[in-house]
């Protein structure tokens, strides 16, 4: 329930004047137990490099492992819809990062396994120039790492 | 309230496979407009799937997933019929929940 409140005071110090306290409104309703959100991780999203993002995840050197299959197209003629599929062997799969090394904000998405959810996940990723998608995997309490080229021959930034 | 998701859901040897397509601007806030103002940071940052009250998978987005996210997991359990709720918030605070029915 803690959880709840937070939000709820997050989201008051957030909207301000009716259209935001209707809002506001709005998603009490949807404020039923277990359904808040957890924290976003500001500065892993503000990451301007791969180390950078990595320390904000509190993540060490991970290993490259060959148990991470990303699937990424080698060269994507539109930079802002490149699809990502990270499927990964490794057992117990408890959360799957997404990284293009050369965005201006490196971190792109970050996923979160609970039990009983598969090791695998896509998604859609901008890139604004030829660079690294990197995936990293937490299994078993151990990160692991992944990464492939994909070249850009026209941004996704700026259009 | 943002504009509905679209959302497959189908079951198949006791594992579920999930299918959003979300409709959402994904604005990075380093885009300028013809005229050099910048384009104000607009994103999905949470995202959160339910089957039956139980959370799937939680997802927490930056800058950089495209406009109109898709995002395809999957879950073991679930039977026809029963029912997978999505949820997304972005950086204004603003929500949207849809759900759809597991198909075979």
Known sequence: ?159 | MGNPMKIRASVKDGVTEVKVLMQHEMETGLRKEADGTLVPAWFITEVKAQHQGRTVLEAQYGQSISKNPYLLFRFKGGAVGEKVTVTWMDNKGDTRTDEAAIAA
């Open chain 1, 1 to 159: 329930m803690n959880r709840d409140i937070d939000l709820e005071r997050r989201k008051a110090l957030k909207t301000g004047g009716g259209i935001g306290l209707m809002a506001l409104f709005g998603a009490l309703g949807l404020l039923q137990p277990g359904k808040a959100f957890a924290e976003w991780n500001k500065t892993a999203f503000s990451s301007k490099s791969m180390d950078e993002a990595l320390a904000a995840l509190g993540v060490e050197k991970p290993d490259n492992s060959d148990a991470i299959k990303l699937t990424v197209p080698e060269i994507a003629e539109n930079g802002s819809v490149v699809p990502v599929t990270v499927a990964c062997t490794l057992a117990n799969v408890q959360q799957i990062s997404i990284f293009v090394d050369k965005n201006p904000n490196v971190l792109a998405a970050n996923f979160t396994f609970p039990q009983g959810t598969e090791g695998i996940v896509t998604t859609r990723v901008k890139m604004g120039q030829t660079a690294n998608v990197v995936a990293l995997v937490k299994a078993d309490g151990k990160f692991y790492r992944a990464a492939r080229e994909v070249k850009v021959t026209a941004g996704g930034c700026g259009g």
